[in-house]
């Protein structure tokens, strides 16, 4: 993929009229455009509605009498010298009944060819990219990614700098370099790799409280940068310090995962590896599959980021995939990571226009970004999903109903969990009396019965477990019918999650593609 800078050069000199630019960060990108305009031979000038037209590196005084976007743009239409202008948030004014002299829109419409003749360019910069139907044709559309590694390291050494240069004059900076020098000169890189995903001002300002509090660690940084990732309100930042050895069974995908981590090292990328792309749990609902994401996320020691659809979905027409597209792109920027998705059939399944949409948007990012993201999917009713969706997964699992053996590791784990000693109990026999049972109800039964226990002021025992298992109706007995249909569905194209006892498995993976 080109840099960004590259190919908002390229459209400048191909003398594109109208660019819009998608992005937060306008310093940022006020410093890429005067580089162009430097190499180019142009001037550069930003308008805002508050300063007018003003040039933004020399601190200019700004004209007051641009500050109507109608006269700035009018102001644009009679400049003879080949210039790059910036408008920021232009698009707020562009459907606005009360702009002086007409519409916004149309004005732009007729610079088009006036200013690709005078080799002007006009960028319209703005956080959402919202092109009204009248400039569709008219208009290049970029969205600025975040900072690669180059930048964040170029901002991180300058602050290092900064914080030399003035502790050569004041005590307190004195100080803070004492503590923090270790950490700029021994840690930059894990340091710098942690920033990812943030704008060069979050960076800053994370980096900045991290000199204040004298707390300079990767740790401090993702603790900020969970926050701000919170804050953009479509991805959740997980925190997990569950480990395989918190899930119980699932041996075969267990096995996967192990090598799964290998991947991600430098010699496994030397010896022609990539690290992994995509991983599909599918099985009934409390299989541990969720469990499973999270210490997923724990063996390849990167950050895992859950994409809730109840805030990518929207009633606005575009604005879900608008989302979806928002919450990839800031996946790739943190990236390496585990990007999963919950119940996925929710969001890829049906036949509505707005679905095809994010499919579309989904499909295509998993082909051609190059970012080591793990895309870990989740999904209780595989048979909803489209064939063209189950391919782009490397391996698929089915997570069916805990074996046995499964069942007794699963108490074995909850009981010490609670400190409760799994000696003391008869695993083989809790295993028998909650044939059918999944994972989840193994745990709600064991803290019923704990509950209960302590209430009556005595230790738990398996008699207790026994009774209120064999008086519950577990879900699976409920609805055998729909289990033995999605075993039927998967059972050609994924994988069992669980190995029998013998060792054997016979899971193949197989999608039937069709147009």
Same mark, same amino acid.
């Given at each position: ?251 075969? !995908? ?6 799964? $981590? %290998?991947?991600? &090292?430098?010699? /496994? *990328? +030397?010896?022609? @590896?990539?690290? =992994?792309?995509?991983? !599909? ?6 299989? $541990? %599959?969720?469990? &499973?994401?999270? /210490? *997923? +996320?724990?063996? @390849?020691?990167? =950050? ?212």
């Amino acid at each position: 993929m080109r840099p960004f800078s590259d190919e908002l050069q390229t459209l400048i000199m191909a003398r594109y009229p109208l660019i819009w630019v998608q992005t937060y960060e306008e310093t940022r990108l006020i410093a890429i455009l005067s580089r162009i305009a430097a190499v180019r031979g142009k001037q550069l000038r930003a308008w805002t509605i508050t300063e007018g037209i003003h040039d933004p590196m020399k601190g200019h005084r700004a004209d007051p009498t641009t500050t109507d976007p109608m006269f700035a743009l009018e102001a644009v239409n009679e400049q003879q010298t080949p210039t790059i202008y910036a408008f920021l948030d232009l698009h707020d004014h562009l459907t606005d009944p009360n702009t002086k002299d007409g519409s916004i829109i149309r004005k732009l419409r007729d610079l088009h060819d006036r200013l690709k003749s005078s080799n002007t360019s006009l960028i319209l910069v703005s956080p959402k990219a919202e092109i009204p139907m009248e400039l569709e044709k008219s208009i290049a559309l970029l969205s600025m990614p975040y900072p690669d590694e180059t930048e964040l390291r170029d901002l991180f050494d300058r602050l290092y700098e900064d914080l030399k240069f003035r502790a050569q004059a004041e005590p307190a900076a004195e100080r803070t370099l004492q503590v923090l020098e270790p950490a700029f000169r021994t840690n930059r890189d894990a340091l710098v790799q942690a920033g990812r995903g943030l704008t060069l001002d979050e960076y800053e300002n994370v980096i900045t409280k991290c000199k204040v509090e004298k707390n300079l660690t990767v740790e401090a940084i993702l603790t900020e940068k969970e926050q701000i990732i919170k804050k953009a309100g479509i991805l959740e930042y997980f925190r997990t310090d569950q480990t395989l050895d918190d899930v119980g069974g699932l041996d075969n !995908l267990k096995d996967w995962i192990r090598k799964a $981590g %290998k991947r991600y &090292s430098k010699e /496994a *990328i +030397a010896y022609g @590896l990539e690290p =992994p792309r995509g991983v !599909l749990l599918t099985g009934p609902p409390g299989t $541990g %599959k969720s469990l &499973s994401a999270k /210490a *997923i +996320a724990q063996v @390849l020691k990167v =950050p895992l980021l859950r994409m809730d659809m109840s805030k990518i979905a929207s009633q606005w027409y575009g604005k879900s995939t608008e989302n979806i597209a928002k919450a990839l792109k800031l996946a790739e920027a943190v990236a390496p990571c585990v990007l999963w998705t919950d119940e996925i059939e929710k969001m890829m399944a049906g036949e509505h226009e707005e679905t095809a949409r994010m499919l579309s948007v989904w499909l295509t990012h998993f082909e051609e970004c190059d970012a080591p993201i793990l895309r870990l999917a989740t999904s209780n009713r595989p048979m909803n999903l489209k064939p063209e969706f189950l391919q782009r997964f490397e391996r698929s699992f089915f997570v069916d109903l805990p074996l046995p053996h499964e069942r007794a590791e699963i108490f074995e784990i909850h009981l010490r969990k609670r400190k409760c000693d799994p000696a003391r109990f008869d695993l083989p026999e809790l295993a028998r009396a909650t044939d059918g049972f999944v994972g989840r109800e193994i745990v709600n039964l064991i803290k019923e019965c704990l509950t209960t226990a302590f209430y009556e002021e005595r230790p738990l025992t398996t008699d207790d477990l026994v009774r209120e298992a064999e008086g519950t109706i577990c879900t699976s007995k409920q609805k055998d019918a729909n289990i033995d249909a999605l075993r039927a569905h998967v059972k050609d194209w994924a994988v069992p999650a669980s190995k029998q006892p013998n060792g054997a498995n016979d899971g193949r993976r197989h999608v039937e593609y069709t147009e």
